[in-house]
């Protein structure tokens, strides 16, 4: 009986990316839950900006463009279509999706699917929603106040306190996430530095972006955010297979570990990263209503999903880290 009840670490990693696993669905994530990448082309075209602007930047006209956690090859698909209007006609993309699902049929040929970013690439690297999908072990702090591994049965997601938490993992918790108390809970994030650190590192020249649902130490939230998604709903977080795992990151803590690459790290809101990309949510003026209707109507529906993209409390607050290397 005993093997069955699991870190949450080991026990998300079999879920997600296991045989059967959540994410070897042929739906893939799109088909449970909508990301900026599916909310709207306008973020696939602020992308696009960002690779230009890197590209001049770099004072180079080819660039690799690298999507980590790249889903179905949507974000690519996107910026690729989006390129001559951001500025782009001409420039030379070289554009890899790194995912651990398979490549989808009828992607186009020019995105090649890779397991690992290519080393040493020159450009922009983006990974949307990608570290909260990285597995990680689960602390609480028991009535003795001692931080413990959370444990959990896959079957039914029945989670009982296991081993205190030593080593590297409580070394973590002291500088990233110290427990608030008896009862307080908190993912421990080293995987996911060590994940952004090794893909920042293979940017020989250029920006690694992380963007996800975010916190930092001051406002670290007291219990965890360890949840599940399963067809657009938010349900109780079971490691068997059939709903999404996911946490929101210590975004602060990846930065610190990909801060050896070069200038020190950014870390804004998307709402404040959209806005100096172009994408804010104004209304179109009134007078385009009458001159041009049609213009006026499409106007309209784009700064609709520009708001959609910069709202507070909704995708607008996610955190982008920004990391300069070479
Ligand atoms: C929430 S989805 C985001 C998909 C897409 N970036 C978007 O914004 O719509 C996370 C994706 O990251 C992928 N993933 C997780 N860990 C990965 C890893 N170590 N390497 C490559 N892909 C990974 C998953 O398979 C999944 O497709």
Redesign the pocket.
Known sequence: MTDEWRGWQVAAETAL?GDGGF?RSPE???GHFR????ASPLFASAVARLLVKTAHELGTGSVDLV?????RG??LTGVLAALPAAGGDGLDVRAYA????GRPPGLDPRIEWCAEPPPRTYGLLFA???L???PTEVAETGPDGVDRYVLVRAQDGTERLGEPVTGADAEWLRRWWPSAGPGSRAEIGRPRDE?WARAVSTVAGGLAVAVDYAHVRDARPPFGTLTGFRGGREVRPVPDGSC?LTSHVALDACAAAGSFAGAPPELLSQREALHRLGVSGGRPPLALASADPAGYVRALASAGEAAELTARGGLGDFGWLMQRSG
Do not use: Q
Request: proline residues 4%; negative net charge; hydrophobic residues 35%.
């Open positions: 990316y994410y893939g994530p799109a990301t900026s990448v599916h999507d980590v956690g790249a889903g949507e974000l790194v995912e651990r699902a949307n929603e990608w909260d999908n990285v994940a999404d």
